[in-house]
């Protein structure tokens, strides 16, 4: 089957930097996604992991452990902005990318 | 970066009427086409998975009767809520994807999505 796990909440200080994690568990796995979603938004694209270890991009980083099935997105130097929904998506191949529940990360002045 | 859009953004009909969304990659050929359905809070529940020519894929418990998918060209793919009721009140979103990069990837980019209300 397939399952992924992630914080449901998450709140943070403007500044500060917040890891979500994610654990999953999948029929097939190519890469894993991290998107963010605004409420009432569409989500948009933040990266994409094959490779194990740290991908750095500006104030985000993700990383992951494909032997563990673990993946993390890093948010450093936190913004009001970032305020949003951090949705973990395993690419499983053939097109087929399933999405988590995300966290809600709510970031606090 | 692609560009897909989605319209209606909005949409308020009548229960047992039927509203058609429609999807569009602007700036490229989507190889693929998803539809999704995203309920206040909860997570994005992909309906059905669309490939230009062929007939749409549909999730377990989707009913493919109520909810028509279209996908006519390598741009464009419709869904239509047959029948509406409210219970299909929710915000419809697409999402195309084509390989892309190095390594090849399957990043979907996704429309702004569709509110759809039933009365």
């Known amino acids: 089957g397939q399952n992924i796990d992630q914080p449901t909440e998450m709140t943070a200080t403007e500044g500060a930097i917040v890891q979500i994690n994610c654990t999953y568990q999948?029929?097939?796995?190519?890469?894993l996604f991290w998107y963010q979603q605004h409420a009432g938004e569409a989500p948009t694209f933040l990266s994409y992991n094959v490779l194990d270890g740290l991908e750095e991009k500006g104030r985000f980083s993700s990383f992951l452990s494909r032997s563990k099935g673990y993946s993390y997105l890093l948010l450093k130097e936190l913004q009001m902005k970032d305020s949003a929904s951090y949705l973990c998506?395993?690419?499983?191949?053939?097109?087929?990318?399933?999405f988590g529940a995300g966290t809600r990360l709510f970031v606090k002045a | 970066g692609a560009v897909v859009s989605q319209h209606p953004s909005w949409v308020i009909c009548k229960s047992g009427t039927s509203v058609k969304i429609e999807c569009r990659s602007l700036d490229f050929q989507a190889t693929t086409m998803f539809w999704y359905r995203q309920f206040p809070k909860q997570s994005l529940m992909l309906m059905a998975t669309s490939n230009e020519g062929s007939k749409a894929t549909y999730e377990q418990g989707v009913e493919k009767d109520k909810f028509l998918i279209n996908h006519a060209s390598l741009t464009l793919s419709t869904l239509t809520v047959t029948s509406a009721h409210p219970e299909d009140s929710s915000f419809y979103i697409c999402s195309a994807s084509g390989l892309a990069g190095d390594p090849i990837t399957y990043e979907q980019y996704f429309g702004p999505g569709t509110r759809l209300t039933v009365t």
């Open positions: 998506a395993p690419d499983t191949g053939g097109f087929k990318t399933i």
């Open positions: 999948t029929s097939g796995f190519n890469g």
